[in-house]
């Protein structure tokens, strides 16, 4: 029964990783303008991951063996499984980047950049 | 993110921008101007010799002709004589009685204009300056059917006078008058023509000698001297010399004025008449008013003029025996008179206009013909001020004994050119304005409060700027009542207007501000730009007796207050709103913010040198080289906000803008080489930092320069050469710290730096454009916050007009040879083209024509997206520029009537609907149940 168990907790761990080509073909047919669809997608690719790993526990709890020696590889599931959500999220990051939204680049931090102030000023006297 | 975003925008940018079907007469205004008309060359005058409608005409201080609809002040057509802005001595303007043509004599040249039109008939060129031209007014069989001829006096190494045909405009004969006496004027009788010479005497007094020549052959006929003794100190006390009257005459006084003689021209005696004084204040000047017609009666009218009053003596002229003898007198009157002459027929009318009425006077008795009752002459003057006439021109009617009509333009002491019809107000033309010097936009202070208490909320922390609001929403409900009065006539402009429109409210745009103008005759004129049809107020700053000239500069430095001071005098500061003088009186000190830690370095030209001093020592001193003098010099605008200090490339990296505050662009030119040198200078140490020159250029042609943000522009025209045509050039620099994107240059990321002790270099991109037009003047267009992007205007004198260049047109970075790489098309950028051409949408003017522009001043607005431009010159041309568009105020298209129609629609739809789904709901709930 708990090898039942396991092996069910296995395939549930790595189901993200299942649909990770298939997002990946989608992310990349929605190009990088910023557009409802493109935006949507995105939003549920960082959607989709964050609330499976935060509602790991229940998703899993079904799958808890009784057996104290398969504790272990139970464990390893739920980090496996993290890990799969983790590469769904770098997928969202990556897309995202290619969408330009990353302050990554000077120019994003160039509001802050202020300019230099000069010491001594310049006036043009009378006449001019 | 944001770099994509403002890819995304700058995308939106690129299609060029253009004046709006429905901004175009509505943001902007224009006054055709002429200039102040001089009292000899206003008339008048039938441009069709069938027609009884007359036009006036002028030729004006300014040496604009122009012919002006009686009936609204409207300019039917303008010809400007002098583009160059050289102010000549004498103008001459004549028209014949019956012909369809004005002769106009300005400098060196004779030319006949169209009257109905404006159009040039011919001109002539003549050796020396003119010094009179007339109109040969009897036909004496010589003339081509139907025109008349004209004569032309001038002087010169060879002092001439000419008889030209009134067809073709060719010389008949010319006349070298010998000797070295100064030609003066010019009359003509119906066999002879006269030239009155100014001789001088050893003992320094002036004597007039008349040189008759025969009018069909040019031959001298006759010579004679007018022994005027010692009276005749100036030309100055020469107080006429009748024309193309039936019996032309001289009159002059001595320099006390206390006699008047007059020869009546042809006889050698003259006749002296004592002048009586009627006032304890001396006499000022004495003019004659004569008829200008040979077959209208030969009287004329004396008119005296003191500090506080005016009188006038009637002559006549008995044709026989060339006596002159006093017909009646026209008593004294308080303030300045004017007098004009009218002729019907034969009748001469002689017209005065005072302070308070009109009075028409028949030239044969002094019985009064009409009399015409004036409140106002309609102008806005200075509180206090006593609007007087200066001169004025007549047309009257007559039936039987009485005036039935009489239309009056006068030129009042404000400056105003105004017409009355009757004694009452018709039109009104601020001519003050075509002499305007320098201006400056003043923030109204209702505005700027505004402004004000939202930079206060900007500028503390959240609780308290949220603390603050609502306490200015309470003060602001104290105006309730009044805007609950005012909503209905709101809410009905809103559907008619627009919200940018509206301007019965207080504006919270910044559209209204005050434009205030310095005159040359020493006046501050403001307008409104918020609706520019009338002149707000008009004050006499500077009382600046004739011959006396001043150097104004006006600058508005706290809002609701101008400030205005002549060369290194003291300031005096003038509430922008009503034009009174504030209380106070401030020492000029040097525009814009001043930083406390900051040292200042003032800089000056004196003698074409460019001297800077620091501390009151002086620091450094630009001299330019050997034979090159200095055209111009462009600092960069003290107050000048840049809102990025990069340029986001296409790969979001950044090319750092060279940002200094002490530059500025300094234009000279060698004129034995044909050389224009362009320098950016480091106006705190001296140091320049770029330079160029160009060979080949046309000096004659201005160089127009311009200096903001980390950008440079100029343009000039270059002489035709065996490599070259002639053609005229724009030429765009910008100044980078580090041609390496993402790079600071030398400096890095240092927060401050002093000019004196680094020296840095910009690296500069530069690129040229071939330009169809000459570019008198450029200016660029300045907003609140330096976030919208710029548009380069230019004023172009050959099309009459101005230009908006949008910056992305003319960016130095547009590729050359090649076609942009995707992340330069991301910028906007396309490929470079040699040939800029003027698209016709970048004409700020449409349809109108901006005659004689000098300067174009710029403001922002208190909106970004907006900056208020204002040419000026002769003509006035203000409007409202938004180079990145209206981003931030719903424009004319903004449909209200649909939005409402559409949440009113809704609104209906709602109600409807609801009881149905009611229904349904309570329906489906029994359902289940």
Known sequence: MDTLKLKKAWELAIAPAKQLPMNAIGMYMTGNSLQIFSIMMVFMLFKTPITAILTMQPTFARFEPGDESKRGSFWLTKIVFIAMNCLALALGIWKVNGM?????????WLAWETAREPLERAYPGPGL | MLSTLLTAASLLLVPTLAVFADEAWNVDYHFALLGAPK???????????????????????????????????????????????????????????????????????????????????????TEGPLEDVEILELSDGKETAGAKDAIALSSGANPTVQRIDGASGAVKWQFIIDGSDAPYQLSASSTQIFAILIHKTILGYVKLRVVVLDRVTGHKVDEYSLSSENELSTTENIVSVGANSASPMIAWTDSLYTTLKVNVVGMKSMQSFDIASHDDSPIEHVKVHAPYHVNS??????????????????????????????????????????????????????????????????????????????????????????????????EVSVKGDTVSAIRTTILLSTGDWVMLRDGKGIWNRPEMLASTMVVTFALPADAAALVQQLEVEAHSNPVAAYAHRVQRHLADLQRLPSIIVSLPQQIVKGFLGTSADDL?????????????????????????????????WNVNVADLQPGQSWEPYLASRIAGVVEVSSRAGAGIQYN??????????????????QVPSSQVVLYTVHDGTLEASYNRTPAWAFTPMHGERLIDMVPRPVNDPVASIGKVLGDRRVLYKYLDSNIALLVTAQD?????????????????????????????????????????????????????????????????????????????????FSGMQ????????????????????????????????????AVLPDSNGIVGIPYGAVDP????????????????????????????????????????????FTSPALIESTSLVFAYGLDIFGTRLSPSFSFDILGKDFNKLQMLATVAALAVATFIVAPLVMRKQVDQRWRFL
């Open chain 2, 39 to 125: 009292e000899e060359t206003s008339f008048f005058h039938q441009p069709n010799p069938s027609s009884r409608a007359s036009l006036i005409y002028t030729l004006s201080e300014q040496h604009a002709l122009g012919a002006v609809n009686p009936r609204d002040g409207s300019l039917v057509w303008r010809q400007l004589l002098s583009s160059d802005g050289i102010a000549y001595r004498n103008s001459f303007l004549r028209a014949g009685e019956g012909q369809d043509v004005v002769i106009s004599g300005v400098g060196h040249e004779v030319a006949a204009w169209s009257a109905a039109d404006g159009r040039l008939v011919w001109s002539l060129s």
């Open chain 2, 504 to 536: 019965t409210a207080s504006d919270t745009f910044g559209f209204r501000q005050v434009i205030v103008c310095a005159t040359r005759e020493g006046r501050l004129v403001a307008l409104d730009a918020g609706s520019p049809d009338k002149i707000v």
């Open chain 2, 297 to 394: 009666l030969s009287h004329f009218l004396v008119h005296y003029q003191t500090a506080t009053s005016h009188w006038a003596d009637v002559f006549h002229i008995n044709l026989k025996n060339g006596k002159v003898e006093k017909a009646y007198s026209l008593p004294k009157l308080a303030g300045r008179g004017a007098f004009s002459t009218s002729t019907s027929d034969a009748n001469v009318y002689f017209t005065r206009v005072t302070r308070d009425e009109i009075t028409t006077v028949s030239s044969a008795s002094h019985g009064v013909l009409g009399r015409w009752p004036l409140n106002t002459f309609g102008v806005v003057a200075g509180i206090g001020e006593q609007v007087e006439p200066i001169h004025a021109a007549s």
């Open chain 2, 758 to 793: 680094t020296a840095t270099e910009p690296f500069v991109l530069t690129q040229t454009y071939q330009i169809p037009e000459v570019i008198s003047k450029l200016a660029v267009t300045r907003t609140r916050q330096g976030i919208t992007s710029r548009q380069l205007l």
């Open chain 2, 672 to 752: 034995s080489m044909g050389t224009a040198n362009i320098y950016v200078l480091s106006t705190v140490s001296g140091a320049i930092i770029y330079s160029n020159v160009h060979t080949g250029v046309d000096l004659t042609i201005p160089i127009a320069s311009i200096m903001s943000e980390n950008w440079f522009a100029y343009s000039f025209t270059n002489e035709a050469s065996d490599e070259a045509s002639k053609g005229h050039q724009l030429v765009v620099g910008e100044l980078f710290e580090s041609l390496v994107p993402d790079d600071r240059g030398m400096m890095g990321a240092t927060t401050n």
């Open chain 2, 576 to 593: 922008a709103t009503n034009g009174q003088p504030l209380a106070e009186r401030l020492p000029v000190v040097p525009e814009g913010p």
């Open chain 2, 813 to 856: 970075r547009r590729p050359v040879n090649r076609d942009p790489t995707k992340d330069e098309q991301a910028e906007g950028l396309v490929r470079y083209t040699a040939v800029l051409e003027f698209d016709p949408k970048w004409f700020l003017n449409h349809q109108r024509e901006i005659v004689g522009v000098k300067n174009v």
């Open chain 1, 100 to 108: 330009g939204l990353l302050p990554t680049t000077r120019s994003d």
